[in-house]
């Protein structure tokens, strides 16, 4: 498959432990935020958002936490399986304005 | 129903040439976002068209232009290639614009465009 980032930080978790990815966002003004998911060969797929008025979301799976003190953003995975590896991307956004990718997070999940 | 499809899949071109490349998207979807994905520089936004009007743009040059048909599919154009513009360029559409976080945006495949 193809490769989205040759220098990409890499968490690499055992299969049905949990998950974190942590994300740090440059806007304070953000007031909208998204995790995607890219498998190798493939386009970034939607997992989760989440709106600056929230500090918790929870969707199967998966918890996106935001705090905005600190301009941060986690993303929990809960028992990892072989197919949560990929490629996780968190992306902000601001009063309708282009979306902002961070540089993306590679999650390898071993046996 | 049918995802965002992207053509071509890949694309070879010499530097100072000029592409072109096309994305459907999911039918009933108005708004097409492009991105160009590099392993330097991750993914940075291009441009966003609604309703056949670009509605934002991203930090690229001229040479980066795209639009959008009445039927929602968009183009986008690189003229006089450089080998920096390698890269997947992707192609997203989405109900409503992205910004106001109303609906998800689904991305396509990706065009692998190489600059030789």
């Known amino acids: 498959g193809e490769s989205v980032g040759l220098h990409l930080p890499t968490l690499s978790v055992q299969e049905g432990d949990n998950s974190i990815i942590n994300c740090a966002y440059s806007?304070?003004?953000?007031?909208?935020f998204i995790w995607y998911k890219q498998e190798s060969g493939k386009g970034p797929q939607f997992i989760i958002d989440?709106?600056?008025?929230?500090d918790k979301r929870q969707g199967q799976r998966v918890t996106v936490l935001l705090n905005k003190t600190v301009k941060h953003l986690s993303l929990q995975i809960a028992a990892t399986q072989p197919g949560d590896s990929a490629v996780y991307f968190c992306a902000e956004n601001r009063n309708t304005d282009k979306l902002i990718f961070g540089t993306g997070t590679r999650l390898q999940v071993f046996p | 129903k049918a995802g965002v499809t992207q053509t071509p899949r890949y694309l070879i071109k010499t530097r100072g040439q000029q592409v072109t490349l096309s994305c459907s998207p999911i039918?009933?979807?108005?708004?097409v976002s492009w991105y160009q994905q590099t392993p330097g520089q991750g993914l940075q936004f291009l441009f966003e068209?609604?309703?056949?009007?670009?509605?934002n743009k991203g930090n690229f040059p001229g040479r980066f232009s795209g639009r959008q048909f009445s039927n929602s599919r968009s183009e986008m154009n690189v003229s006089t290639l450089e080998l920096g513009d390698s890269a997947l360029y992707l192609c997203?559409?989405?109900?409503?614009?992205?910004?106001?976080?109303?609906?998800?945006?689904?991305f396509g495949p990706g065009t692998r465009l190489t600059v030789t």
């Open positions: 068209y609604f309703s056949e009007t670009q509605r």
């Open positions: 806007n304070s003004a953000s007031d909208y």
């Open positions: 989440i709106r600056s008025n929230m």
């Open positions: 997203a559409s989405s109900l409503a614009l992205v910004g106001t976080g109303l609906y998800e945006q689904y």
């Open positions: 039918s009933g979807h108005r708004s």
